[in-house]
């Protein structure tokens, strides 16, 4: 099994406690955590390894062979461990996707992700041009409703790979199969003076964004855009490198880009230098904040407002972490050993909010 390193890089100076902060909301420490993990890791590189094969063809099968032998002796070694001591899943999820990197894998998603762009993209407009004419409560619902339903496309979890190929990413549709409030956790009511605070207290805003498709342009990108025109600066964060689905730093530049060409009010926030975007320094679906990039530590010195979205980010990591600003959590739960932690069911909404 290859030994792999991890880059040096800064602490979030938005953490609350730094010295006794870690990642992982829950460590594998039972059997049954472990177990869960072994399962879903295998059944989310085996899908990987079906799209990679469906894109470059039948020559890769002996370096997959290669690759599934590597992973379940790195499964195997990590079971062993777990069953001594705490383990970490943020290390585990960066070991798995550094040996997929390893083995060629370094973006199988990436023509499902440039269709669920496209696709995406074609509905923007007409989204937009929905939002514009609310305000209020009934804005700051659709733009927490909306990314909700955004975030259901993810294919880092077996519910989420099952929920796409059955029925693919259809955003409106998933909107109407949000399960009604109040939500599992459903600090709304909390969230709406705040957001209405926005248009006399402007902040600046870090907003740390998950999966393309979807979640990115017709879920966080209107809520972004929203934020700004509430006259907020939002500094929008992504992963630099790919990992599954989640949107990139260039990805997602080039789809705000692209879409701010028939859209005068994004192009104008984007010109202004109002919406910008960064890369985080996450390499994985999960996030430490105590190794983010060095452009997210210094944006985060005046940042006065956390916007943490998807399962991964504020779910299975950072679930405890305290902040010193006001910080959003906003998700759907697509796992249901992660829905369990949380006493949760499956696609379960989580709208937390703390002042």
């Known amino acids: 099994m290859r030994n792999y390193t991890i880059r040096a890089m800064p602490i979030l100076p938005l953490l609350k406690d730094p010295h006794n902060y870690q990642p992982d909301s829950w460590l594998l420490d039972a059997a049954h955590h472990i177990q869960w ?11 990987q390894i079906a799209e990679h094969l469906r894109q ?12 599934r032998a590597e992973l379940q002796e790195f499964l195997a ?34 023509q499902l992700k440039l269709h669920e762009n496209q696709t ?18 009934p804005l700051a619902l659709q733009l927490i409703q909306g990314t909700l339903a955004g975030n259901r496309f993810d294919m880092g979890c077996t519910a989420g790979i099952n929920d796409y190929q059955k029925q693919g990413a259809h955003f409106h549709q998933a909107i109407s199969a949000l399960p009604p409030r109040p939500w599992h956790i459903d600090e709304f009511d909390a969230f709406l003076p705040f957001f209405n605070s926005l248009a006399n207290q402007p902040r600046k805003i870090l907003f740390f964004v998950d999966n393309a498709g979807a979640d990115f342009v017709l879920g966080c990108l209107p809520f972004i ?31 705000a880009d692209q879409l701010a060409q028939n859209d005068p009010t ?52 950072n679930f405890h972490a305290n902040f010193t600003c006001p910080t959003l959590r ?18 379960d909404a ?6």
């Open 77 to 110: 070694d990590t079971q062993a461990l777990s069953a001594h001591a705490p383990t970490s899943t943020y290390q585990s999820d960066l070991q798995v996707l550094e040996l997929l990197r390893a083995h060629g894998l370094n973006d199988p998603y990436r």
């Open 330 to 347: 906003v998700c759907l739960l697509k796992d249901q050993f992660l829905a369990a932690r949380v006493n949760a069911q499956l696609f």
């Open 225 to 255: 855009r929203a934020l700004a025109q509430q006259g907020c600066t939002v500094v929008v964060a992504c992963n630099g490198i790919p990992a599954l689905n989640d949107i990139t730093l260039s990805e997602a530049q080039q789809l």
């Open 37 to 47: 993990y072994v399962e879903s890791v295998t059944n989310v590189v085996e899908a």
């Open 120 to 137: 995406a993209a074609a509905l923007y407009p007409a989204r937009v041009a929905e939002l514009d004419q609310l305000s209020g409560q």
């Open 56 to 67: 470059h063809g039948p020559q890769y099968q002996n370096k997959i062979k290669i690759l």
């Open 266 to 317: 994004l192009a104008n926030f984007l010109n202004q230098n109002r919406i910008t975007f960064i890369e985080s320094g996450g390499r994985s679906l999960l996030i430490d904040f105590s190794t983010v990039s060095f452009a997210c530590a210094k944006h985060a010195t005046d940042t006065d407002f956390l916007i943490i979205e998807g399962m991964g980010r504020s779910v299975e990591s």
């Open 350 to 355: 989580i709208c937390r909010f703390t002042p």
